[in-house]
């Protein structure tokens, strides 16, 4: 059943226009905390580094430096934004980062985190991973109330909720900011020398502990405690507020508890990176079991299983290894494509596919092909890509997607367009062959993906199902994404 939030039918009379569900704040991120570790700021780049994927737009760095807190952010990939000297100018043992990726236009120096800001108490820094779905709702309480705010970020109502909380210790102040929070968060927040780690009770972002010399990491995923030669302790559990000093960790009291787990699904599908573990699993081994499986409900024929590098590798592995189908690798991407790269005008409509995969003739030519691709979003990538292997000479081409249809946007902080872009909200798996351009098309099912890490619990699949399961509240409030109603 699709939500009442949001539109019934593509085409139908609804309360909201699909295309301002377009506007959307896309909060694709990567959070790490430093508690008790020398040069903590450094190693908070470093581990940054291997967030990259998580966001590419902004980065930022707050240590605290002889008892106050110390700010370096930026538009850019970590490696623009900090330089060695900015670093060296971030000493101390406490240290806060974040990697952003927004697409709400025109913001991105503004909107970088962590947000820091002085208050009753001392210092505060705050970063964010995931969306909140009521930060409207809480904004325009907080104007009226006389808050000012300085960014268009939903993640900056925490920060004024923490500041003008009545409580009287700061435990407790951040306590009463986060039981006001709905939706999807991930925190790192420093205040002054106390770290603490939050996850919402629904756990949609991973965030993760670990352990380096005599102090504590906090990170998104384990990847970021892998180069460092941290230790991986444990996740931070759904709801938990945990607060690090140093040595010493301490669970607060828990935020009121939902009643199913909901992580991400599709951080496994496509977000995280394969070498890091998402509660408890393996990502390169979920990549595999859904490979493997949509072998078993998608067989076909063929010579090659090709993936659509990177994010696939892992799923074709598996349809490899089930199917045994001899992987080969027919498609290369190029990894300096940047973002902000320039479109020359007196280019071919396929120049952005074009510009990241090339394939490889002599692996595709006369062969029959499987394609893998992670997942299917607009589509316009696969088409391209599929036009390149025929011009390759493959004699087949049959696509197989390591996941559902994608037919519902994201509200808790994965970048997804309105549904009315998304192919698979549009078009049946029939049309959308056809539009490819392909000889056969087999996406996982929903089922088949959930059983392949059902043992680890609930998921939130509301990309693929419409199942959301974080109250929508500002949408259901009429605060449509991307409209600011409050002025300020
Ligand atoms: P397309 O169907 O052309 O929009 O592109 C699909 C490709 O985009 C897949 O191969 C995924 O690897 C990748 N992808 C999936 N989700 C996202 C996302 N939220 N942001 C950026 N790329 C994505």
Request: aromatic content about 6%; proline content about 5%.
């Amino acid at each position: 059943m699709i939500p009442k939030h949001l539109p019934q039918t593509l085409s139908g009379p609804t309360d909201i226009k699909v295309s301002q569900l377009d506007d959307r704040p896309h909060d694709e991120c990567g959070v790490v905390g430093f508690s008790g570790i020398d040069a903590a700021a450094q190693l908070a780049f470093l581990s940054l580094y291997s967030l990259q994927h998580r966001g590419q737009e902004s980065a930022g760095i707050c240590a605290l430096t002889g008892g106050e807190a110390r700010v370096q952010k930026g538009v850019g990939l970590v490696a623009d934004v900090f330089s060695a000297d900015a670093l060296k100018a971030l000493p101390g043992r406490t240290a806060v980062g974040h990697v952003r990726y927004s697409t709400a236009g025109g913001s991105e120096a503004l909107n970088a985190q962590p947000i820091v800001v002085r208050y009753a108490e001392g210092d505060l820094a705050v970063a964010h991973n995931g969306n909140l779905t009521n930060a409207h709702d809480l904004k325009k309480r907080l104007v009226g109330e006389g808050a000012i705010f300085q960014t268009t970020s939903d993640s900056e109502v925490i920060v004024h909720l923490i500041a003008r909380s009545r409580e009287s210790t700061i435990d407790a102040q951040v306590g009463d900011a986060l039981s006001q929070l709905e939706g999807a968060f991930s925190l790192v927040i420093m205040v002054n020398e106390i770290m603490y780690a939050v996850r919402d009770p629904r756990g949609y972002r991973p965030l993760v502990l670990g352990s380096l010399d005599a102090g504590h990491v906090i990170a998104s995923e384990t990847c970021a405690l892998d180069i460092l030669g941290a230790t991986y302790v444990r996740d931070i559990e759904r709801g938990a507020v945990v607060r690090i000093e140093g040595k010493t960790v301490r669970n607060l009291p828990a935020l009121p508890r939902a009643e199913h787990a909901a992580p991400c699904v599709f951080e496994l599908v496509y977000f995280a990176r394969p070498d890091s573990h998402l509660w408890g699993i393996s990502v390169d081994g979920a990549r595999r079991g859904f490979g493997r499986r949509l072998a078993q409900e998608h067989p076909v024929e063929a010579d090659a299983v090709v993936a659509v590098p990177d994010s696939a590798n892992s799923a074709a592995l598996g349809y490899s290894e089930q199917s045994g189908i001899p992987f080969e690798l027919g498609l290369l991407r190029n990894h300096y494509v940047g973002r902000t790269f320039i479109k020359p005008s007196q280019v071919d409509r396929d120049f952005g596919a074009r510009m990241k995969y090339n394939p490889v003739r002599e692996v595709l030519e006369g062969r029959r092909v499987i394609v893998v691709d992670d997942s299917l979003v607009r589509g316009t990538t696969s088409r391209s890509l599929v036009k390149f292997i025929r011009q390759a000479g493959a004699k087949e081409v049959h696509f197989r997607i390591g996941s559902p249809p994608v037919r519902f946007p994201c509200f808790y902080g994965i970048d997804m367009p309105s549904r009315e872009e998304l192919i698979g909200s549009r078009l049946t798996p029939d049309e959308i062959a056809e539009k490819l351009g392909v000889d056969s098309l087999g996406y996982l099912s929903l089922e088949g993906m959930l059983s392949v890490v059902s043992e680890n619990g609930s998921f939130c699949d509301a990309c693929f199902s419409g199942n959301y399961a974080a109250p929508l509240v500002d949408l259901d409030l009429g605060y449509l994404p991307g409209n600011h109603p409050i002025k300020c």
